[in-house]
């Protein structure tokens, strides 16, 4: 059994597969597999990953029947990961040579079920990091207070894979912004974090990417309220409603924020009347104003 399993789903990315291969294959730490997700793409991305199976056995592709997007791509991988850990990374992406050594050894010494770490975030004109108020490796208790405060993304976050597993938590298939539902259903239950200060992930922002396009600022706005709705019912069921409310209404309006919303006033009224319509929220405008 491989102590880290990485899940690399894979669609249309011939211009940075072999970069983000390269930083995988060349890590200093040598003990880990490569779920490689084959989501039906068109170009030539699964040839140049199939060098990469040819030559090291720790890489392997397991191909899905039809193109189902990011989420299922990262449900295959958990579905298949047979590692201690299990870090999830972008083909678009590249990561630092002590990525794995570092992430391993913070587990190892701190016997916690996620290790988080700081990036580089890669703009066409400027490069920064994810967080500047980071200066030292340090653990972090989560509340509900406090969760919003850290970018959901799923990249820059590794799991103890026993503990993602007995959780049952997926990400949701068809939605935008998939990762913010899956962040806060996790770290609802996962409330110790160990930080690592130095930034050990390269995530391209790239022109047209779901984070900085304008198109389908509807479609961005459905699942917003989608997830909204998913997290109350997540949270209704496990009897965690009470303390978690706050968190379901402050992420959806700091979500909001991130939308390139041009005249789209009217849809977020009809949508916001859907969701009060559909959750429960007591004293809802008043939580909203505070």
Same mark, same amino acid.
């Given at each position: 059994?491989?102590?880290?399993?990485?899940?690399?789903?894979?669609?249309?990315?011939?211009? !940075?597969?072999?970069?983000?291969?390269?930083?995988?294959?060349?890590?200093?730490?040598?003990?880990?597999?490569?779920?490689?997700?084959?989501?039906?793409? &068109?170009?030539?991305?699964?040839?140049?990953?199939?060098?990469?199976?040819?030559?090291?056995?720790?890489?392997?592709?397991?191909?899905?029947?039809? *193109?189902?997007?990011?989420?299922?791509?990262?449900?295959?991988?958990?579905? *298949?990961?047979?590692?201690?850990?299990?870090?999830?990374?972008?083909?678009?992406? #590249?990561?630092?040579?002590?990525?794995?050594?570092?992430?391993?050894?913070? $587990?190892?010494?701190?016997? +916690?079920?996620?290790? #988080?770490?700081?990036?580089? +975030?890669?703009?066409?004109?400027?490069?920064?990091?994810? &967080?500047?108020?980071?200066?030292?490796?340090?653990?972090?208790?989560?509340?509900?207070?406090?969760? &919003?405060?850290?970018?959901?993304?799923? #990249?820059?976050?590794?799991?103890?894979?026993?503990?993602?597993?007995?959780?049952?938590?997926?990400?949701?298939?068809?939605? !935008?912004?998939?990762?913010?539902?899956?962040?806060?259903?996790?770290?609802? *239950?996962?409330? %110790?974090?160990?930080?690592?200060?130095?930034?050990? !992930?390269?995530?391209?922002?790239?022109?047209?990417?779901?984070?900085?396009?304008?198109?389908?600022?509807?479609?961005?706005? %459905?699942?917003? $309220?989608?997830?909204?709705?998913?997290?109350?019912?997540?949270?209704?069921?496990?009897?965690?409603?009470?303390?978690?409310?706050?968190?379901?209404?402050?992420?959806?309006?700091?979500?909001?924020?991130?939308?390139?919303?041009?005249?789209?006033?009217?849809?977020?009224?009809?949508?916001?009347?859907?969701?009060?319509? %559909?959750?429960?929220?007591? *004293?809802?405008?008043?939580?909203?104003?505070?």
């Amino acid at each position: 059994m491989p102590k880290i399993s990485v899940v690399l789903p894979i669609y249309n990315v011939e211009k !940075y597969i072999k970069k983000c291969m390269e930083s995988i294959f060349f890590q200093t730490f040598k003990d880990f597999e490569v779920i490689c997700i084959d989501d039906c793409g &068109t170009d030539n991305s699964i040839k140049i990953t199939q060098e990469f199976v040819k030559k090291d056995s720790r890489f392997k592709i397991i191909k899905h029947e039809k *193109n189902l997007g990011l989420s299922a791509a990262r449900n295959t991988g958990i579905d *298949n990961a047979t590692g201690e850990y299990i870090i999830f990374i972008d083909s678009d992406d #590249w990561i630092e040579a002590n990525l794995f050594e570092k992430v391993y050894t913070a $587990f190892k010494q701190n016997q +916690i079920d996620s290790v #988080w770490f700081n990036a580089f +975030i890669h703009k066409v004109d400027s490069t920064y990091f994810l &967080t500047d108020e980071l200066k030292e490796d340090r653990i972090i208790h989560l509340n509900s207070d406090n969760i &919003t405060n850290f970018s959901s993304y799923t #990249w820059n976050k590794a799991f103890k894979l026993s503990a993602l597993k007995n959780l049952n938590i997926k990400f949701p298939q068809g939605l !935008y912004f998939e990762d913010a539902e899956f962040y806060f259903k996790i770290f609802s *239950n996962i409330s %110790e974090i160990y930080l690592i200060a130095q930034p050990l !992930y390269h995530y391209q922002l790239r022109e047209n990417s779901i984070v900085t396009s304008r198109d389908n600022v509807e479609k961005k706005l %459905e699942d917003l $309220f989608q997830i909204t709705v998913n997290l109350y019912k997540y949270f209704l069921s496990n009897g965690t409603f009470t303390q978690n409310k706050k968190l379901i209404l402050k992420s959806f309006a700091e979500n909001i924020i991130t939308i390139k919303i041009n005249n789209q006033k009217k849809t977020v009224i009809n949508l916001a009347k859907k969701v009060l319509n %559909e959750i429960d929220f007591p *004293n809802s405008y008043e939580d909203l104003k505070s």
